[in-house]
């Protein structure tokens, strides 16, 4: 039996195994290649390692075995939706940009996300995720089939209730959801490997969605990433991310400029060490571009291009009808560069 075989019978049993006892128990490797007659600790070692590189598992390797529990990416490959291991057809396909057609996030993932975010011990709790997905309901005036705890008799456990009310969500809503629930405090305490596995999985094969999700030509990626770049700073990252929902649902515009202001101004205080305001941190700006390996241009420019900022943000903050519309786009993704920028800077060592 060749290494291609093998791989499919990995993914096959994995798949089967996370339905009965969840996705994010790991499962001797070892054994189930015993199953089909295959004993040699190389072969598995190797044919686990070329898996784990494509993302269809995740595998920890030790003196007693490799062991692995699929991920999102390798659900939908033993489910027959991505095609057989090895070839490079889909089964929906790609479009033009890359991205998948038909439903866009198939019920197959909504279903492995449900059973790590409702795990039964390591996940969140029934009431946790029923708050959540209903303040989804009431800001998308989308209903859900569970909008209270506990469930009906007729609702097997807490995984499917997750999961039905997931589905009742247009894609890029369910995208956000799912990212968002990835973050919830109560997860990353109790199961944050699994977490993070699920959110990466989402954000690799459904990012595009993110674009969606936000309701604007807005660059997903970008907000995606400077999120991510935030995290060490919360005040900052909850400014920012209350800047981006306003925009989304289109409202509170001047808002928008004084939430991202402010948010700037949070992170340069953090980075800088003092309790300046934003005007006042602009000599302060070169000096530490420079510091950190930032050229002289560079770091000229960067301090003209927010100094340019804060006097547009004083014409405009003051005086919500002069707003213009497309421009906040261009204000969002500008203070989003800087801030990546800046906090991408402030780990690497002063000289």
């Not at 019978?9 to 189930?32: V, W």
């Not at 247009?170 to 109560?186: M, N």
């Amino acid at each position: 039996m060749g290494a291609s075989d093998l791989a499919d019978h990995f993914l096959r049993r994995l798949s089967e195994l996370a339905e009965e006892t969840g996705y994010s128990k790991m499962h001797s490797l070892s054994e189930l290649a015993g199953e089909i007659g295959i004993r040699d600790r190389d072969k598995i070692f190797n044919v686990a390692k070329s898996l784990e590189a494509r993302g269809l598992i995740q595998a920890t390797y030790t003196f007693r075995g490799s062991h692995a529990c699929i991920t999102g990416e390798g659900a939908l490959l033993a489910e027959g939706q991505l095609g057989q291991f090895g070839s490079s057809g889909t089964a929906a396909g790609p479009d033009a940009t890359g991205h998948q057609m038909a439903d866009e996030m198939p019920p197959t993932f909504v279903a492995y996300a449900a059973e790590i975010l409702a795990d039964t011990d390591r996940g969140l709790s029934g009431p946790q995720f029923v708050k959540a997905t209903l303040a989804y309901s009431v800001q998308w005036d989308v209903p859900i089939p569970h909008p209270t705890y506990p469930f009906g008799a007729n609702v097997p456990n807490k995984r499917t209730a997750l999961y039905e009310n997931l589905m009742v969500f247009p894609p890029a809503q369910r995208y956000r959801i799912i990212r968002e629930l990835c973050e919830h405090p109560e997860l990353l305490k109790k199961s944050p490997q699994a977490a993070e596995t699920l959110k990466v999985t989402l954000v690799a094969r459904y990012g595009h969605l993110a674009d969606e999700a936000l309701g604007s030509e807005l660059d997903g990626a970008l907000v995606e990433r400077t999120q991510h770049f935030l995290g060490p700073f919360p005040d900052a990252l909850g400014l920012y991310e209350q800047a981006v929902q306003k925009h989304a649902n289109g409202v509170f515009l001047r808002n928008v400029l004084d939430d991202l202001r402010l948010a700037l101004e949070l992170l340069l205080k953090s980075l800088l060490g003092n309790d300046k305001s934003l005007e006042n941190q602009i000599p302060l700006l070169g000096e530490f571009i420079k510091q950190r390996g930032g050229s002289l241009e560079l770091a000229n420019m960067f301090v003209k291009l927010v100094d340019y900022y804060t006097k547009y943000q004083n014409s405009y903050v003051k005086h919500d009808d002069a707003v213009i519309e497309e421009e906040v786009e261009f204000i969002i993704e500008i203070t989003s560069s800087f801030m990546k920028h800046l906090v991408r800077l402030s780990y690497k060592r002063a000289v």
